[in-house]
């Protein structure tokens, strides 16, 4: 099996900043590209921001210029850095894995449990 744990959300004021964690373990042998989406109530998820294996990013205007993702491929891990918090990125944030099981040749998508992230004051 493959287990994508995230970490890092919580409660910010607007203006604040969070870091999002998500790392891929288990049965996983290869990740090609990994991304962050959201969902807030009443709201389709939406895609935030994708990075593929080489670097390559892309992220929605909503947030550009404020979030930014990043990855560490030796530990199969993606982050999204945000700051500049609105009460309007209040949602939960789920991350998205495009990769390969071992022993397998097809490459599948993997969402994580998602992590609340509330912008209040």
């Known amino acids: 099996q493959v287990q994508l744990v995230e970490s890092g959300g919580g409660l910010v004021q607007p203006g604040g900043s969070l870091r999002l964690s998500c790392a891929a373990s288990?049965?996983?042998?290869?990740?090609?590209?990994m991304g962050w989406y959201r969902q807030a109530p009443g709201k389709q998820r939406e895609l935030v921001a994708t990075?593929?294996?080489?670097?390559?990013?892309n992220t929605a205007d909503s947030v550009k210029g404020r979030f930014t993702i990043s990855r560490d491929n030796a530990k199969n891990t993606v982050y999204l850095q945000m700051n500049s918090l609105k009460p309007e990125d209040t949602a939960a944030y789920y991350c998205?894995?495009?990769?390969?099981?071992?022993?397998?040749?097809?490459?599948?998508?993997?969402w994580g449990q998602g992590t609340q992230v509330t912008v209040s004051s």
């Open positions: 990075i593929a294996s080489g670097g390559l990013t």
């Open positions: 288990g049965s996983i042998f290869s990740i090609s590209t």
């Open positions: 998205n894995v495009l990769g390969r099981r071992i022993g397998s040749s097809e490459y599948t998508y993997y």
